[in-house]
């Protein structure tokens, strides 16, 4: 699991509370449950408003993808694909189809059952690139509910300051709650601004970085299935895998295969 998002946002949420302590506050003091239920409720429901009604029923669901998903290193992908190479070329495509069973990955196991099946290779390229294509939009509407509440919580955090401002002007009768009501008033808008730029607009860049990795991941498997469908040698096949990967994580598979061939 990448812990990015949970370390940034925890603590960016920490640093908060203790800058609050170190300054002679209390943390009790910005924790008002009704401040917080209107910048939360009022941002997703707006982010809700903007959208189509599945994006919020699997906000959830994108939520604990965000803060829980696992990034797999390029180069285990490239050395399954590898394998994959070097038995369809010894023994056949064919060969394959005990082989595709075990596969883990979920878009190069579809891409090598085509290639088993005898699909032609511009169709199989066409599929797999169409489905790359609407995985990416599904993750782009994903991730725009986070844009679009990162984009309300401020303004709704101001609305909930001046409702906080309009409810002292009407106690100005009670001098010796007004210093409260005052503060009282602004932390609806230090929620809003807060929860936009440590949470939701983090969470839709992560969102975004996630769906980019897992792209490449899958333009990295239609290059590799091809090559195996193509019956390309695997060493070939290998280094044009490599090549496509970022350079540190290359230098780290080329090192590998060095150290598997020395052995």
Same mark, same amino acid.
């Given at each position: ?19 609050? @302590? ?7 003091? @910005? ?6 239920? %209107?910048?939360?409720?009022?941002? +997703?429901?707006?982010?809700? /408003?903007?959208?189509? %009604?599945?994006? /919020? ?9 965000? +803060? ?20 369809? &070329? ?10 595709? *069973? ?7 196991? &579809?891409? %090598? ?14 599929? %797999? ?6 995985? *990416? ?36 009768? *009670? ?8 503060? #009282?008033? +602004? ?47 695997? &060493? ?5 895998? &490599? ?9 780290? #598979? ?5 150290? *598997?061939?020395?052995?």
């Amino acid at each position: 699991m990448d812990i990015s998002t949970i370390v940034g946002v925890v603590v960016a949420l920490i640093i908060v509370f203790t800058v609050q @302590i170190l300054e002679g506050g209390s943390p009790s003091s @910005i924790i008002l449950i009704p401040s917080m239920l %209107l910048v939360f409720g009022g941002a +997703f429901m707006a982010g809700m /408003a903007g959208g189509v %009604l599945k994006d /919020a029923t699997g906000a959830g669901k994108t939520l604990q993808k965000a +803060f829980l998903a696992k990034v797999t290193p390029p180069t285990q992908l490239v050395d399954n694909i590898v394998k994959l190479a070097e038995r369809a &070329r010894r023994e056949g495509l064919l060969a394959l189809e005990d082989a595709v *069973k075990t596969v883990e990955h979920p878009f190069l196991k &579809r891409g %090598l059952q085509l290639a088993i099946d005898g699909t032609d290779p511009e169709e199989l390229h066409d599929i %797999l690139h169409a489905e790359i294509a609407a995985k *990416k939009k599904a993750d782009k509407a994903s991730a725009k509910l986070f844009e679009n509440m990162g984009g309300y919580a401020p303004t709704i955090g101001i609305i909930g300051t001046v409702m906080g401002l309009v409810h002292v002007l009407e106690n100005l009768n *009670k001098p010796e709650t007004l210093g409260h009501s005052i503060s #009282a008033a +602004f932390v609806a808008t230090l929620w809003g601004v807060l929860s936009a730029n440590v949470i939701w607009l983090p969470v839709a860049a992560r969102l975004n970085r996630l769906s980019a990795v897992e792209a490449e991941e899958m333009e990295l498997v239609v290059d590799g299935v091809l090559a195996i469908q193509a019956g390309s040698n695997p &060493r070939l096949v290998a280094q044009k895998l &490599r090549s496509l990967l970022p350079p540190d994580e290359a230098k780290k #598979a080329e090192a590998a295969a060095n150290t *598997k061939k020395a052995a």
